[in-house]
């Protein structure tokens, strides 16, 4: 095996262990995600977001009492200095995607605290405040009675939301709040392994979490459902997109080779809250979809295991809870930053620089050529380089 095929055999770190943790485990053969000791569907069914992420952050289950301060603590923490309510403004008046203006705007809360209850107490007061602000509405103080997932469907409407939906979304963000060491979480932990404070941390999360190949398409999943309008032409229009060689948005996923364990989690949350809005139209036309991708997906590429994902479900429960596209990645990032600040908890507790080494391929032995000898072509092949 030559440098280049040593390379590309952990390319992406692929199979590389980088990190011991007690916070997840992922079985992609099996379909099993586990949190904290929990199966996810266990877990996410039955915790409210503030009970996983004690867990996450001290290994077992709040006390009764434990469970009562801390959500005391996260809503004293919501608001917002006039910096980050300044930015956010600067943000909207820019134009910018909501995840630009959430990457912006969590620098800003180390102006009051660097402490993992301030950092998670903001992110949904700073994800809604934008959401406003971009329809021209002014953003509403958080509510101090509210508990975690329902202040969040709070500001962004002003309105007390029914406790289905807030089930339905304290669920989701239970299913993803950590899954092993994902692009982001792995961010996460570097920067975290070289000294620098939690706010860092999590900034550069975000910005891992931005990139589409991380953060995941479930807005599109939700359009290919929408744009199939009806069970009977979701063959022919799944045909002609596999056939043309596109992907099947929602379905595949690099770790799992069976189905996604948080597609069925989400599946049953947002069965649940169709059924008792009493519309389960697009839930029973998305679950008729997911049957024909599968079925077709095998057909066209037998034994690639092609599989419902995460973002198929994560599409469907998050529109019904009225969310806009737009605000599917930063809502994951609301959970997340749970999950990312535990990884930085545990790195910091037994922590070592993350520096892997990497494989110089290029060349070697080059003699420095002054600038009047220097042909073009070596700089048009520079310049590709660069490009």
Known sequence: MDAHDRVMATSGLEGVVAATTRLSHVDGERGELVIAGYPV??????????????????????????????????????????????????????????????????????LRSDDPVSIVACMPTIVATYWRLQRGQEPILPPHDLG??????FLLSGNVPDPERV????????????????????????????GSDLVSAVVGAIGALKGPLHGGAPGPALDMVFEIGEASRAEAFLRK??????????????VYKVRDPRADVLAKAAERMYTRAGDMSLYTLARDVE??????????KPGRRLQTNVEFYTALLLHGLGLDVALFTPTFAISRVSGWIAHALEQQRANRIIRPQSEYVGPRDRRWTPLPERSEGATVRAARVRS
């Open 41 to 110: 569907g266990e877990l996410a069914e039955h915790a409210t977001f503030e009970e996983t992420t004690w867990l996450l952050w001290h290994g077992d289950l709040p006390s009764g009492a434990q469970l009562e301060a801390f959500r005391s603590e996260l809503a004293a923490a919501r608001g917002l200095s006039a910096a980050t309510q300044a930015l956010l403004r600067e943000c909207a008046e820019a134009g910018l995607h909501p995840m630009d203006a959430l990457r912006a705007a969590a620098g800003t809360i180390s």
């Open 148 to 153: 975690h997932a329902a202040s969040f469907l």
């Open 167 to 194: 089930r339905g979304l304290e669920t989701y963000l239970n299913t993803v709040v950590d899954h092993g060491l994902n692009a982001s979480t792995f961010t996460a932990r570097v920067i975290t392994s070289t």
């Open 241 to 254: 997109k596999i056939e043309a060689g596109e992907k099947l948005m929602g379905f595949g996923h690099r």
């Open 291 to 300: 049957a024909t991708a599968i079925r077709l997906l095998e057909e066209y």
